[in-house]
């Protein structure tokens, strides 16, 4: 003879009523002839005696799970955590890419400004977008040295404001030159000093994760040497637009300071939300220096990456 029948019976009309049909405890009680606080306690007791039974899929192509121990780890806003084997940075652009283009267009929204930097993860992003938001779009720096043209700032900056409708604030200039008074002068030219103007503006920044050691960022190799072999010897692993970074995720100063056309990490450090784009084994360091001083808020990466983080 079944145990409790009333309460089985009403336990499974109660959570029908609930996860189902989506209504509230004090609808179910009047319908039922009961207090809410009963009602409560039957949904309870179906999920206790398993008369409801719930099945969660995770999305094919992601890692809910190493997403969010990644994300309690380092304090992150969110981690999207593309599923798989380890892999090379190499093979993971277009992926990676294709999934930073998803996270813009389901989270941006009309009358944002977005910033942009540079790359060829960046660059698959664009090439994947079909649709944004209307927004603004503004450049972070100048031009990096050796960029094909496919990833330099300016082609990102006219693909994303022909989907977006938005206006583009465009540098039509090196992110560096070896005469710091020209540096100067370049920031003073008034279509550069109007999108260096709008760092300010900038709600969400979507930047690449360059890596040093090994050489894993379009700025390492586009760097002059000299420039490029003091930043080694002072300990750079790591870039975020034209921040250098240590392993500790502490900022590295370097002649950018000075010579360089981009956004400086005081000013990083204002705008709401800060989305890195990168993976590969290759960059797994680089990643790490990058969450440990807390450059990024939001964190686009795949699944070798995500455990050798939390390794």
Same mark, same amino acid.
């Given at each position: 003879?079944?145990?409790?029948?009333?309460?089985? +019976?009403?336990?499974?009309?109660?959570?029908?009523? #609930?996860?189902?049909?989506?209504?509230?405890?004090?609808?179910?009680?009047?319908?039922?002839?009961?207090?809410?606080?009963?009602?409560?306690?039957?949904?309870?007791?179906?999920?206790? &005696?398993?008369?409801?039974?719930?099945?969660?899929?995770?999305?094919?192509?992601?890692?809910?799970?190493?997403?969010?121990? +990644?994300?309690?780890? #380092? /304090?992150?806003?969110?981690?999207?955590? $593309?599923?798989?084997?380890?892999?090379?940075?190499?093979?993971?652009?277009?992926?990676?890419?294709?999934?930073?283009?998803?996270?813009?267009?389901?989270?941006?929204?009309? @009358?944002?400004?977005?910033?942009?930097?540079?790359?060829?993860?960046?660059?698959?992003?664009?090439?994947?977008?079909?649709?944004?938001?209307? +927004?603004? =779009?503004?450049?972070?720096?100048?031009?990096?040295?050796?960029?094909?043209?496919?990833?330099?700032?300016?082609?990102?900056?006219?693909?994303?404001?022909?989907?977006?409708?938005?206006?583009?604030?465009?540098? #039509? /200039?090196?992110?560096?030159?070896?005469?710091?008074? $020209?540096?100067?002068?370049?920031?003073?030219?008034?279509?550069?000093?109007?999108?260096?103007?709008?760092?300010?503006?900038?709600?969400?920044? =979507?930047?690449?994760?360059?890596?040093?050691?090994?050489?894993?960022?379009?700025? %390492?190799?586009?760097?002059?040497?000299?420039?490029? &072999?003091?930043?080694?010897?002072? @300990?750079?692993?790591?870039?975020? %637009?034209?921040?250098?970074?240590?392993?500790?995720?502490?900022?590295?100063?370097?002649? $950018?300071?000075?010579?360089?056309?981009?956004?400086?990490?005081?000013? $990083?450090?204002?705008?709401?939300?800060?989305? !890195?784009?990168? !993976?590969?084994?290759?960059?797994?360091?680089?990643?790490?220096? +990058?969450?440990? @001083?807390?450059?990024?808020?939001?964190?686009?990466?795949?699944? @070798?990456?995500?455990?050798?983080?939390?390794?």
């Amino acid at each position: 003879m079944p145990r409790r029948p009333l309460q089985r +019976v009403q336990s499974a009309l109660a959570a029908r009523r #609930y996860f189902i049909g989506q209504q509230t405890k004090s609808q179910i009680a009047s319908e039922l002839g009961i207090s809410r606080f009963k009602v409560a306690r039957l949904i309870n007791a179906a999920i206790e &005696q398993k008369i409801v039974q719930f099945l969660i899929k995770e999305p094919d192509d992601l890692n809910a799970e190493l997403g969010e121990a +990644v994300r309690n780890k #380092y /304090g992150l806003n969110a981690v999207l955590v $593309l599923d798989g084997p380890d892999m090379s940075t190499s093979d993971l652009m277009i992926p990676l890419g294709n999934l930073a283009a998803s996270l813009l267009d389901e989270t941006l929204e009309d @009358g944002q400004a977005l910033g942009i930097s540079w790359g060829r993860t960046l660059a698959a992003m664009t090439r994947a977008l079909e649709h944004l938001p209307k +927004v603004d =779009v503004i450049q972070v720096a100048g031009i990096p040295g050796g960029l094909e043209i496919s990833q330099n700032p300016l082609e990102l900056v006219r693909r994303l404001t022909n989907l977006s409708g938005g206006k583009a604030y465009p540098i #039509y /200039g090196p992110m560096w030159t070896e005469d710091p008074t $020209l540096a100067q002068r370049l920031r003073q030219e008034p279509a550069v000093a109007a999108a260096m103007a709008k760092y300010v503006d900038i709600d969400v920044l =979507v930047v690449g994760i360059g890596s040093w050691n090994p050489a894993e960022s379009c700025l %390492c190799s586009g760097f002059p040497e000299d420039w490029r &072999q003091e930043a080694l010897a002072a @300990g750079v692993v790591a870039d975020v %637009c034209g921040s250098l970074i240590g392993s500790d995720g502490r900022e590295i100063p370097s002649r $950018l300071d000075e010579q360089g056309l981009t956004i400086t990490s005081e000013q $990083l450090d204002r705008i709401p939300e800060i989305i !890195g784009v990168g !993976g590969g084994l290759e960059k797994a360091d680089a990643i790490a220096a +990058v969450l440990r @001083g807390r450059w990024v808020d939001v964190l686009v990466t795949d699944a @070798g990456v995500a455990r050798r983080l939390l390794a």
